[in-house]
Each structure stands twice: as structure tokens, then as C-alpha cells.
């Protein structure tokens, strides 16, 4: 059973476009985090956001997280190329240790 | 963070054979390491909760038989593929949580014959 629910599934932007990552749920966070894997390689942390309402910016990437710690976006601005991956969200559940992973967004940056 | 390694990354074994994975947490001690199977674009899928000293314990669906699972350190977790079959053929990986965020290691891509 997938808790979280991404959207789009699949993306393919051309260089300098911006795009929104959507991450949602029915149930309450204590954190979640964002990923970026490339083919091959285990899951890269991007950022952890635990605050409801939270808004995080690691250069042109902006993270929030919904003030009901139910969901969160993740927005690129001027995408390049190096933003190729797949991106996952993952939220830790107010108890318990198992993360449940968000259904991937898989996003492709053409020159 | 919390850096996770895992041996080997990549693996091709023939059909029938038991394949063993390592996960090994180098910098903090982990009493819980997860396993994961990965299909191409796809997300994770977690298969098992790794608990050090005591039984793993598994997802709906996820044979314990096929998957073993070993916690017997801190610092390790082994996953046995066993009799492997080429629907095993995946890429697997483990994390830790480390605070509020799980750390991955960088995979290993299983192929079966």
C-alpha cells in the first residue's frame, strides 16, 4: 500500500523550465523527506522538512510541507539537465521506524 | 548523516543459486536497517525491518523463506536471496534511519540467469 501518491508520474521539460513536484497523503508526517536517485544509485537525501507550513530552498530547488504535515511540493526553477532523476518523497510516520516512500516521480531535463 | 555501504553492487548469479548481500552502517550503530527492491523508475518497495539481536520482520507478501535476513551486529544486516529464480532480478537496497531521515546504501543490482 502506497501512503503517499506522487505526481506527475513521469516528466520530460525542456532546459529552463520550471516544474512542481506533488507529494500527498491521508495520513499526518512527523517529517518527510525528499530524494533524488539516478539510475543505479541508492536514494540521495535532498532535505528533511518536519514544520508544518516549512519551506525549504536548497538553490533552485524549493521544498514545503503542507501546514497539515500531510503533504509537501517540491518546486525546480530553470531546470538543467543535472536535475535528471527520479525523485521520491518519504514520510516518517508519527510512530513506529518504517518510512513509507511516495510513488516516485521519474523527470527528464532535455538540452 | 549516517553513510551506508553495501557489497557487492552488482551480482550475476545462475538460477538456483543463494546470493548474500551486505549492509553495513560505518558510522553509527543501527539496531534497525530496512531492506528494499527496486524496479527500474519505479519506487521502493520495502521487503523486511531488520531488527539486530532478534527476527526480522517482513511485508505482506514477501517471502521470509526466499529473503533471509541476518541482523547479528550493529553494524550489519545481510539479505540471502536463496534459490534464486530470474524474477529475483532486481536492484536492492538497504537504508538506516539515522534521527528523522533513513540514509540508503548505493544498491546492488541482482541479475539472474
Known amino acids: 500500500t502506497q501512503l503517499l501518491e506522487q505526481s506527475p508520474q513521469f516528466l520530460s521539460i525542456q532546459e529552463g523550465e520550471n516544474l512542481t513536484v506533488y507529494c500527498n497523503s491521508s495520513s499526518v508526517f512527523s517529517s518527510l523527506q525528499w530524494y533524488r536517485q539516478e539510475p543505479g544509485e541508492g536514494p540521495v537525501l535532498l532535505v528533511t522538512?518536519?514544520?508544518?507550513?516549512e519551506v525549504k530552498k536548497l538553490k533552485r530547488l524549493t521544498f514545503q510541507f503542507g501546514d497539515a504535515r500531510k503533504d509537501s511540493s517540491l518546486h525546480i526553477t530553470a531546470a538543467q539537465p543535472g536535475d535528471t532523476g527520479l525523485y521520491l518523497c518519504?514520510?516518517?510516520?508519527?510512530?513506529?521506524?518504517?518510512?513509507?516512500f511516495g510513488t516516485g516521480t521519474s523527470l527528464t531535463v532535455i538540452p | 548523516g549516517a553513510v551506508v555501504s553495501q557489497h557487492p553492487s552488482r551480482v550475476i548469479c545462475k538460477s538456483g543459486t543463494s546470493v548474500k548481500i551486505e549492509c553495513r552502517s560505518l558510522?553509527?550503530?543501527?539496531?534497525?536497517m530496512f531492506w528494499y527492491r527496486q524496479f527500474p523508475k519505479k519506487s521502493l518497495m520495502l521487503m523486511a525491518t531488520?531488527?539486530?539481536?532478534?527476527?526480522?520482520?517482513?511485508e505482506q507478501g514477501v517471502e521470509k523463506d526466499k529473503f533471509l535476513i541476518n541482523h547479528a551486529s550493529l553494524t550489519l544486516s545481510t539479505l540471502t536471496v536463496t534459490s534464486a529464480h530470474p524474477e529475483d532480478s532486481s536492484f536492492y537496497i538497504c537504508s538506516v534511519r539515522y534521527q528523522e531521515t533513513q540514509y540508503f546504501g548505493p544498491g546492488t543490482r541482482l541479475l539472474v540467469l
Open positions: 518519504a514520510g516518517a510516520p508519527i510512530t513506529g521506524n518504517q518510512f513509507y
Open positions: 522538512v518536519v514544520t508544518g507550513g
Open positions: 531488520s531488527n539486530e539481536g532478534s527476527k526480522a520482520t517482513y
Open positions: 558510522d553509527f550503530q543501527a539496531t534497525t
